[in-house]
């Protein structure tokens, strides 16, 4: 397929590749073995003392050493410790936690169905698409439709809608069911004077002009994340949802809200969907559903997204489709204690409050003369650094600069992301406002040692 006009194709895709290691430290070092958590802060095995400015990957919202979790755990194990969801059969557990999420996700989402992982889930919400759309005997009305720069797991179909070339070179994808339209990043990706407004109308005509020229009876769904985070943090310009769901219901396109990272807390409000108005049709969560303690997904669906898929089990017989683990006792007991506490703590209006003051001091840097943009809410937040303010030109090496912060700051006590040469933060979502300062103070020391470092020529170690 050749590049609609109005797509960013290769420096688009080229701009948001990233390491997730250094091959060269490795060598050198070895890993760092982390021993144990506690609340914000985990421990390597010499005893050095980090705080996880990452929640590990995006994902411990209650922090480290949740006794609460162990517990919820432990009496499961010992009562049910596993059961499958095949063949007619549930356990309680597995019951009250999907009645829980239907309860508590936005209007609409009536149905669910647990994975192991959100690339499991993405996998499976194709599937589910794919089958929904020959019941309803449109067999060619199959394409997804995503954003480069998006992130949706790494297993094949999954990682043919991600938008990371770092997750599919060499893997041959993406497939050729997956398309992809421009990242929405105002800073990067904006026509000079296009304000937010003026971009996000672009990006909708884009995607308007990308679904005719597939041709709308090919193009099943949208998939995107309210707030991207592998792809560097990026929070959408304004309007941007509200123009591309006008397009997508136009066309009879589902939209497929991607919560992996943002649900349960994470951008300000209990689902990110609440402060974009996206109204899905088919909701994928993960991580912080039990706060990564055990690995546990879901894919919450409309009424009629399910009748369709209910209607072609009926007519063949047979769902064929499911996992060893689907809905596994110990892994939805742990989420319902989990959700419980991240409620009873009000952790929500928490991460609101005190990612405020994360962003206050993130922000506090914009002067910064690396320093191009500082964006995020709630509590995920990222600093793109920049060679040059003015013109926003990326370093001659993309990526050194990133990697060495991320390198130092485990030197000063604090794990974040170098996603090339932006720095992700996504602390638990208990952390204090006290943590938060602390967090700061280690980020800057690093940030001077990044400074000192590139003005004598980024020198080998």
Known sequence: MT??????????????????TNARRHERQGPIVIDRGEGIYVYDDQGHQMIEAMAGLWSVALGFGESRLVEAAAKQMSRLPYYHSFSHKTHEPGVELAEKLVKMTPDGLDHVFFTNSGSEANDTVVKMVWYYNNSLNRPEKKKFIARNGGYHGITVAAGSLTGLQVNQKGFDLPLDFARHVTCPHHYRFANPGESEEQFATRLAEELEATILAEGPETVAA?????????GGVLVPPAGYWEKVQAVCRKYDVLVVADEVINGFGRTGTMFACEQFGIKPDILVLSKQITSSYLPLAAVVISDQVYQGIADETERLGTFGHGYTATAHPVSTAVGLENLKIIEERDLVANGARVGERLGKGLKALADHPLVGEVRGLGLIWAV?????????????????????????????????????????FCPPMII??????????????????????????????
């Not at 609609?4 to 390491?19: E, G, M, Q």
């Not at 650094?385 to 030197?411: M, N, S």
């Not at 700061?440 to 170690?461: C, I, N």
Request: aromatic fraction near 8%.
């Open 222 to 230: 949208f998939i995107g994340e309210p707030v991207m985070g592998a």
């Open 384 to 424: 793109e650094l920049v060679a040059d303010k003015a013109t926003k030109a990326t370093f001659e090496t993309p990526g050194k600069l990133g990697t060495y912060i991320f390198e130092r700051g485990h030197e000063h006590g604090i794990i974040i992301r170098a996603i090339r040469d932006t720095i992700a």
């Open 3 to 20: 590049a609609h006009p109005n797509s960013l194709a290769a420096r688009d895709i080229a701009y948001h590749l990233h390491p997730y």
């Open 432 to 461: 204090t406002e006290e943590e938060v300062d602390e967090l700061l103070r280690r980020f800057e020391l690093t940030l001077a040692d990044a400074t000192e470092w590139l003005a004598k020529g980024m020198p080998a170690a």
